[in-house]
């Protein structure tokens, strides 16, 4: 079993659809936890990051963390065309290396 | 504005051909990474250094080797490359502490033929 497990899609729903994002993982250690948009032809860019347990909002994005169950979401409100990418999430320790460990990605495709 | 960037956006090579990637980060970041990302299988970390002239393997250093010679550059290096090196080789850079939030560079997607 992979430490982060992540549908790769492709999700694809329409214009102005609220979206939903999950990660789940095995390592209770993770504590830090983050999201990145890669659109295509590009690296990725960090779009959220949020420590420990709660939600995190920033305009039409919110993440969530349970760490009771070991899952992630990231929820889109109002989806644009725009949204359309790869989307990463990531997690990390607070001991040692504080190096992320991938999930491999979801595509999202938003469609007029 | 943040700025990772790469030598090459795209690379064709042969088999057998000695190949360096290129990347320079111009946040005086003390730590840079090279991942490669294959379909299906995601971000894989290759080599980070966290300070110049040191580095570290990650989880599939097979193949390559990395060397940091300054502060803002880090080379990756693929001695012999073989066809099953083909893949998107992106860059990242992070600022001690929050080596989590990580900047990356556009990719350079290297063919071995």
């Known amino acids: 079993q992979k430490e982060v497990e992540q549908d790769p899609g492709p999700l694809s729903v329409p214009e102005g659809a609220i979206v939903s994002l999950n990660c789940t993982y095995s390592?209770?250690?993770?504590?830090?936890f983050m999201w990145y948009r890669q659109y295509s032809r590009k690296g990725p860019e960090l779009l959220m990051y949020t420590y420990s347990s709660g939600n995190k909002e920033d305009g039409r994005f919110t993440a969530q963390v349970d760490k009771s169950s070991k899952y992630i979401s990231l929820f889109i409100r109002d989806s644009q065309p725009s949204d359309s990418a790869t989307y990463l999430c990531?997690?990390?320790?607070?001991?040692?290396?504080?190096?992320?460990?991938f999930g491999r990605g979801t595509s999202l495709i938003v469609h007029p | 504005d943040v700025k990772v960037t790469q030598s090459s956006r795209y690379l064709v090579k042969r088999t057998g051909e000695k190949v360096f990637l290129e990347c320079v980060q111009d946040?005086?970041?003390?730590?840079m990474f090279w991942y490669r990302q294959d379909p299906g299988l995601g971000l894989r970390l290759i080599y980070f250094s966290y300070d110049v002239k040191m580095k570290e393997k990650g989880d599939i250093p097979e193949g390559y080797s990395v060397s940091r010679e300054k502060k803002e550059r880090f080379s990756l290096i693929l001695e012999s490359a073989s066809t099953n090196q083909t893949s998107m080789y992106l860059c990242?850079?992070?600022?001690?502490?929050?080596?989590?939030?990580?900047?990356f560079g556009p990719g350079t997607r290297l063919t071995v033929l």
């Open positions: 946040m005086d970041h003390e730590n």
């Open positions: 990242a850079s992070a600022r001690t502490g929050v080596l989590n939030s990580q900047y």
């Open positions: 390592n209770s250690a993770f504590q830090y």
């Open positions: 990531a997690m990390s320790s607070s001991g040692g290396s504080y190096i992320p460990t």
